[in-house]
């Protein structure tokens, strides 16, 4: 019983509507189900132009594994962070809450930082939006996906501003477990992108069949 | 007998109480135990264990979440460790990847966002977006002949 009432005071009182669930959490986990269509459609447009690229710089050549591992180790441990960050809202230790909002904004700040290192050298080798096929899906994919991360680090910085200001207490914590499922998404999109893309595609060169392809219709 | 058509229908789509999906009507038809999430009571004796340090989740430790952040560190290096050796897998490293990445992925989802957790409706609302998805991925390949063992000709 008193296990029963310890978990009802963590988990805050159940909503009040046909589904048990709040309405704010439900329409959360259908933007996350919608978001997930959005960036499934990019990464099969990158495979779909996997291997297609007649001119350089080609996967083999640009993609830089050992930061990439870095930064996804990097974004792993923010999601650590965010979950511990709703843990301690969730029991009223404020401080503490406060200390690993921050802290997760700091780790996806540290992101970008590598997203924007790692666009600014391969814009420097040759390789744009408009090089190849490869540069066009890949900019985009990876753009939109750090685009979400820097809304994110927005959403949380501003959480914190809000929880300084006395304005989130452990009554709205649900603000938090929103910012939090919205954090965790942008991470489970970035472990299906490095394994897909970095891992996996890295050993992507030059479009072959597309030249053989493109030699045959030149040559009638 | 019936049709078996019939009673395959019967049991996918009527609600009289012998259907494999009964639609929640209340608040109270909705289940909530501590197991409720993508796998059920199915898993190993590890995810029970889980429950009980966790009372299902909802006054989870940051030990716990700890524990499965450091989870997640090790699959990461395995990945990339996995990486640097792809010869020795041969043509499974795809597969091998996948998996990987696909077992991080259900631990984020089923413990940091709480889904092994919380109401099963969440996670159905996810899963139907995950899989569509999923058929829009593979529609998509299959269209652009990246699925076929030959490549599309040219008329």
């Known amino acids: 019983m008193a296990q029963a009432a310890t978990v009802q005071e963590q988990h805050g009182h159940i909503a009040d509507t046909n589904t048990g669930i709040s309405n704010r959490k439900l329409l959360m986990w259908v933007f996350l189900a919608s978001d997930c269509l959005f960036f499934g459609s990019f990464i099969a447009t990158y495979l779909v132009y996997r291997n297609e690229s007649i001119v350089g710089p080609y996967p083999n050549e640009i993609l830089d594994i050992p930061l990439t591992s870095v930064s996804t180790f990097v974004l792993l441990m923010s999601s650590l962070a965010m979950v511990l960050a709703l843990n301690y809202a969730q029991k009223d230790q404020l401080g503490l809450t406060r200390f690993w909002i921050l802290a997760v904004a700091v780790l996806g700040a540290i992101f970008l930082g590598f997203q924007v290192f790692e666009f600014a050298t391969f814009i420097n080798e040759g390789l744009t939006i408009r090089s190849n096929l490869f540069g066009t899906t890949f900019f985009i994919l990876t753009g939109f996906h750090g685009l979400h991360v820097a809304v994110g680090v927005l959403w949380l910085l501003g959480t914190a501003y809000a929880h300084f200001k006395g304005a989130l207490t452990s009554r709205s914590v649900e603000d938090l477990e929103m910012a939090g499922l919205y954090w965790h998404f942008v991470d489970i999109v970035w472990i299906v992108i490095f394994t897909v893309i970095y891992l996996i595609g890295f050993s992507d060169g030059e479009g072959i069949e597309t030249i053989h392809h493109a030699a045959t219709i030149v040559g009638g | ?155």
């Open chain 2, 1 to 155: 007998m019936a049709n078996p058509i019939a009673r395959a229908w019967r049991k996918l789509f009527y609600q009289d109480g012998g259907s494999y999906f009964l639609l929640p009507k209340v608040d109270s038809s909705y289940p909530d135990p501590p197991n409720e999430g993508p796998f059920g009571d199915a898993g190993p004796p590890v995810w029970r264990w889980m429950d009980r340090v966790t009372y299902g989740g909802k006054v989870a430790t940051p030990f716990f979440y700890t524990i499965i952040g450091v989870w997640l560190a090790v699959l990461t290096i395995l990945e990339v460790y996995f990486f640097t050796i792809d010869e020795f897998f041969g043509a499974f490293f795809v597969t091998v990847m996948l998996l990987l990445a696909v077992l991080k992925f259900i631990i984020v989802v089923a413990f940091f966002m709480h889904l092994r957790f919380d109401k099963s409706l969440l996670t159905l609302v996810f899963t139907s977006g995950f899989i569509i998805a999923i058929l829009v991925f593979v529609i998509m390949l299959a269209v652009q002949g990246q699925l076929s063992p030959a490549p599309m000709v040219a008329p």
